[in-house]
């Protein structure tokens, strides 16, 4: 089987690795493949992970334990929890500690001709969905994350900070709750990106005082900056991890009492119904496409600066 995978010695095509095993779980033709920052991060160290990568994806399922979803066009949910144990069981399944997540941490992913997942995962894919719409839902539902956690008032200032994979995303949903958002990025390309209706600004431009700060940035400075720019009783919502040290003293967040939020994953049915209504259209952020053959040099390619999204199909 044709896969893209990480070893010790840095990612590599491959030709013959083993098909999936089932047992019980769904198995999944491959359509197309989203990187993301993630899968670059592994491919750097995080996490120590081994095997096939890739967990932005679409495809069809082939064989599976109800009959109906055989044929149907997917997409799937990353993580993959015990079900039974008490954190699941208080309805906290994302958080299971005996979790395993697709092409992340102690599952292969799903840059391979075929996968497999949990049945449970599984979302069918509506009709009027493309597939190169379908590959976001992953990272789409990762920014409606933050509307669950935090409820966005249309009469707030928003700011968003980093346009890269996910921050392009977060910001157009969150310019549906009818706030003012402003997308920040230093790169003059990535703003042009946003639809109109979303401003934008350089990181030198921004005024302090806004009410919502959301980091998407993947830096320390970044999380520098969201510090600064919110205002006293205001909130921080941190969608990326940073490795770095970070140079932000938490004694002002107390002083000003504000709140950071950490944000992950997110619902997958409503990013399917954000996609089917139009209300979120990411496929201008497509800047590439690979086969799977070509895998290795697409991730070199999804690592370039002006890159946003590169697809791999197999």
């Known amino acids: 089987m044709h896969a893209l995978i990480l070893t010790d010695d840095g990612p590599r095509f491959t030709t013959d690795y083993p098909e999936p095993a089932l047992t019980g779980e769904a198995r999944i033709r491959l359509s197309l493949g989203g990187i993301c920052a993630t899968?670059?991060?592994?491919?750097?160290?995080?996490?120590?992970?081994?095997?096939?990568?890739?967990?932005?994806?679409?495809?069809?399922?082939e064989e599976a334990s109800e009959p109906d979803l055989v044929g149907?066009?997917?997409?799937?949910?990353?993580?993959?929890?015990?079900?039974?144990?008490?954190?699941?069981?208080?309805?906290?399944?994302?958080?299971?500690?005996?979790r395993t997540v697709l092409g992340i941490?102690?599952?292969?992913?799903?840059?391979?001709?075929?996968?497999?997942?949990?049945?449970?995962?599984?979302f069918v894919v509506p009709d009027a969905v493309p597939d190169e719409a379908a590959v976001f839902v992953e990272p789409l539902a990762a920014a409606l994350q933050i509307l669950v956690q935090a409820h966005i008032k249309p009469t707030q200032r928003v700011v968003v900070l980093g346009l890269g994979r996910l921050g392009q995303l977060c910001a157009r949903v969150l310019a549906?709750?009818?706030?003012?958002?402003?997308?920040?990025?230093?790169?003059?390309?990535?703003?042009?990106?946003?639809?109109?209706?979303?401003?934008t600004a350089h990181p030198d431009d921004v005024a302090p005082g806004a009410d919502v700060v959301v980091d998407c940035t993947g830096s320390a400075a970044g999380?520098?900056?969201?510090?600064?720019?919110?205002?006293?009783?205001?909130?921080?919502?941190?969608?990326t991890t940073v490795h770095d040290p970070l140079p932000v003293?938490?004694?002002?967040?107390?002083?000003?009492?504000?709140?950071?939020?950490?944000?992950?994953?997110?619902?997958?049915?409503?990013?399917?119904?954000l996609l089917e209504t139009g209300a979120v259209d990411p496929r201008p952020l497509i800047t590439g496409r690979a086969s799977l053959?070509?895998?290795?040099?697409?991730?070199?390619?999804?690592?370039?600066?002006?890159?946003?999204?590169?697809?791999?199909e197999p």
């Open 72 to 98: 149907r066009r997917v997409v799937g949910e990353i993580n993959c929890p015990c079900r039974i144990c008490a954190t699941c069981l208080a309805g906290r399944p994302t958080h299971c500690p005996h």
């Open 223 to 239: 999380m520098a900056l969201a510090a600064r720019l919110v205002r006293p009783g205001g909130r921080v919502v941190l969608k």
């Open 176 to 199: 549906l709750s009818g706030a003012e958002v402003t997308g920040v990025s230093r790169t003059e390309a990535k703003r042009s990106l946003l639809p109109s209706g979303i401003a």
């Open 293 to 312: 053959e070509d895998g290795v040099d697409a991730l070199t390619e999804a690592a370039r600066p002006g890159s946003i999204k590169v697809l791999l």
């Open 105 to 122: 941490a102690g599952r292969n992913g799903a840059f391979a001709e075929r996968f497999s997942l949990p049945v449970d995962n599984l």
């Open 249 to 273: 003293s938490p004694t002002m967040w107390v002083i000003d009492e504000v709140t950071v939020i950490g944000s992950r994953c997110g619902p997958f049915g409503p990013a399917l119904r």
């Open 39 to 61: 899968d670059l991060e592994l491919v750097s160290g995080y996490m120590g992970f081994t095997g096939v990568l890739g967990h932005e994806w679409v495809g069809v399922v």
